[in-house]
């Protein structure tokens, strides 16, 4: 039977969704053409309206003092809602530049924005090529086949922010397990028990006592790195609380490498998915920065963020009343008809490339040019040494409603 638009907008609020990427676009394009402002009223999630219009979403990005990240940025079931609010109430929530406003998000983006500009990422360059080349040797070390998606994909963004923050290699596992918990807690494979609001409260609690440990060391020794500019950075004359340094590294930790490898890893899969992209790719290697935005394009890590009216308001003519919240698609924004010909090709030379990956406005990612890097380092690295490729068994998405993409990506090739 055809989905209705009751049926599209619930999907936008069951994690599984995102792990058929069929039925999630199928959801989409039916509330696009038909009800781009829909309300949704799912049991065991507080109601909201669900955004899928590029111009909408772009709109509502744009008034960050209309449209507020708090109290709702993320789309979470009620009763994890409520736990988190609990943990508020009791001064260790997460406070991440995603869940604040103005004047906070201002003043707090500013402790590591030096570290993110064009001229720190030119300082990179050079080690994150050693580090592409690396993960491309390692794909040499599996022989001929490998899960690009765990293997490579996640290892190699981990190894790039984690030493920008400062960690030890050490730490690096645990961080990536925590990583899938945190933004994989819907999904059997990669969730922390059976995923209830206490299993999900449980990995933050983890991560803060972590990162605890990492800002009393960096304000008692200083080394430089990104995890000292935090613990030691000051706002108002004051260092930042233990929360709010620990929420930075959390957001710095977690999606500053995930967003990534769901890029690679996508990326990858569309270029298996279009043969003649691929071999046009390699064949005029000048085309590589506009394909690593048809990859961002293609994907969309983030899945949604939410806002919050401050006002009485409208959307397309829709009253939304104070108090509301939108959910803002980034997957339906990047495939709007409107704005992409041929939005369901992936187009290596794409241009222009209008996507929303990334958000706008004052919440723009602060790791863009550091994603943008990175992906492109790994495939000029990739791209001359694979003499074939091809899959090798069925591709797998996270389930989830905020961040993913593919937890294994079966791959056959030989590398020269």
Not at 235 to 250: K, N, P, W
Not at 287 to 296: C, N
Not at 318 to 345: H, M, Q
Not at 371 to 390: H, K, S, T
Request: proline share 6%; with cysteine.
């Amino acid at each position: 039977m055809p989905m209705t638009l009751t049926q599209a907008g619930h999907a936008l609020a069951t994690p599984a969704t995102y792990t058929d990427e069929n039925h999630l676009h199928t959801a989409l394009t039916l509330l696009r053409h038909h009800e781009p402002v829909h309300h949704v009223d799912k049991p065991g999630y507080t109601p909201f309206w669900a955004l899928t219009r590029h111009h909408d979403i772009l709109t509502v990005e744009r008034d960050h003092t209309l449209w507020l990240n708090a109290p709702r940025p993320v789309l979470r079931t009620t009763a994890l809602d409520h736990a988190l609010h609990t943990r508020r109430t009791q001064g260790n929530a997460l406070t991440s530049l995603v869940h604040l406003d103005e004047p906070d998000h201002r003043r707090l983006r500013a402790v590591a924005a030096d570290h993110f500009r064009p001229a720190a990422m030119r300082t990179l360059h050079t080690r994150i090529r050693h580090l592409a080349r690396h993960h491309v040797d390692l794909m040499a070390e599996h022989g001929t086949t490998c899960d690009f998606a765990r293997d490579i994909a996640a290892g190699y963004p981990l190894h790039v922010i984690l030493t920008l923050l400062g960690l030890p290699a050490s730490d690096f596992p645990r961080m990536l397990h925590l990583t899938r918990q945190l933004f994989g807690h819907d999904d059997e494979d990669t969730g922390r028990g059976t995923g209830t609001p206490g299993d999900h409260t449980g990995v933050l609690e983890d991560l803060f006592a972590s990162f605890h440990h990492l800002t009393a060391s960096r304000r008692a020794h200083p080394t430089g790195d990104l995890a000292s500019r935090i613990a030691n950075a000051r706002i108002g004359g004051q260092l930042l609380d233990e929360g709010t340094a620990a929420s930075y590294y959390v957001l710095i930790a977690t999606a500053g490498h995930d967003t990534t490898s769901s890029t690679i890893a996508g990326g990858l899969e569309a270029l298996l998915r279009h043969p003649a992209q691929l071999q046009r790719l390699r064949d005029d290697p000048a085309l590589l920065p506009s394909a690593v935005e048809e990859m961002i394009r293609w994907v969309s890590p983030v899945k949604s963020f939410m806002r919050t009216a401050a006002a009485d308001t409208s959307v397309r003519g829709v009253p939304i009343g104070k108090g509301e919240s939108v959910l803002l698609s980034y997957p339906s924004a990047n495939r709007d008809e409107d704005v992409f010909g041929e939005p369901f090709t992936f187009d290596a030379g794409r241009e222009p490339n209008r996507h929303l990956a990334f958000g706008f406005g004052v919440h723009f990612c602060l790791g863009a040019a550091l994603a943008r890097m990175q992906a492109a380092a790994l495939f000029e690295e990739l791209l001359p040494r694979l003499a074939r490729v091809e899959l090798d068994g069925e591709p797998a998405w996270t389930a989830t409603t905020f961040v993913g993409g593919l937890k294994r990506l079966p791959i056959r090739y030989s590398l020269t």
